[in-house]
């Protein structure tokens, strides 16, 4: 008896699967890691109410219950690898994140101005994109070699895919550093989406640093005069401001991914940001 009711209880849930499966695809299943509800949701709507504006929100559409209720349980990596050493990687970013406070994060020279271009992005087809529901997906790195010293060199990249006419590894104008490389990779993939007339983005990038800025202190700074809750002046104030104003009209869902954990579009965004920090500065 209860080995039937088991089986119809599947029945019934493919069906209203079959049923209720929204843009994603037939059949889909959207499941939520972090986010105000976690869980495996039927619907794109019902996964993006989760979602939707939750700071470092974490959500990936599989084809079976199985597989997104593993993710949900992080016995599985988003590409489909062992959860293990994401955890652990994860767990070492959380206590570097500790040890930084906000004052240690700013404690560089001022920043240099990085002026927009978008006149050289190429026009690109929208069936060139990767998409979850609504948002293209994009992912971003900075690096930088003998970060803090006088030899410092930092690149950007951005990965939208391969093979993707937007993928771009260049040399960080300005200051470089590790912090402000992560920053311009983001402004950078907003310009590019922007000039695509793309107003939704899913970005992933490794780097809380920035997560954390443009989602929780930026708000507070402004309202302080960009200044810290301990008074002293923001030091990554002008690309802050950068990225501040490039996120106005845009809607953004903030993903964080841990950094060198076999994340394919991580992985790549970090191969073009070294092959950019090799370049000569502009």
């Not at 930088?144 to 060199?153: E, T």
Request: hydrophobic letters at 35%.
């Amino acid at each position: 008896m209860t080995k039937l009711f088991f089986l119809a209880h599947r029945v019934a849930l493919a069906t209203v699967s079959y049923s209720r499966c929204g843009s994603g695809g037939l059949g889909m299943f959207y499941a939520v890691r972090r986010g105000r509800k976690t869980g495996v949701f039927l619907t794109w709507n019902e996964c993006r109410t989760q979602v939707d504006r939750f700071p470092a929100a974490r959500f990936k559409k599989f084809a079976s219950e199985d597989e997104a209720w593993a993710f949900v349980r992080n016995s599985v990596s988003p590409d489909g690898s062992e959860g293990q050493k994401n955890r652990h990687a994860q767990e070492s970013q959380v206590k570097t994140n500790k040890r930084l406070r906000e004052e240690d994060e700013n404690s560089e020279p001022c920043a240099k101005h990085v002026k927009q271009n978008t006149e050289s992005i190429p026009s690109v087809s929208k069936d060139r994109f990767s998409y979850m529901g609504e948002f293209v997906v994009v992912y971003t790195d900075g690096c930088c070699s003998s970060n803090g010293r006088n030899r410092a060199r930092a690149g950007i990249g951005v990965y939208w895919g391969p093979g993707h006419p937007l993928n771009v590894g260049i040399r960080l104008p300005g200051r470089q550093t590790n912090q402000r490389a992560e920053i311009h990779a983001t402004c950078k993939a907003i310009e590019q989406a922007k000039a695509q007339n793309i107003s939704k983005l899913v970005l992933y990038t490794d780097s809380m640093f920035t997560i954390n800025g443009i989602t929780n202190w930026v708000p507070g700074w402004k309202k302080n005069g960009w200044r810290t809750s301990t008074g002293k002046e923001v030091i990554n104030k002008e690309d802050f401001v950068q990225l501040d104003k490039l996120t106005q009209d845009m809607d953004i869902q903030w993903m964080h991914v841990p950094g060198h954990s076999g994340f394919l579009g991580n992985e790549e965004a970090d191969r073009l940001a070294r092959e950019g920090a090799k370049q000569s500065e502009a």
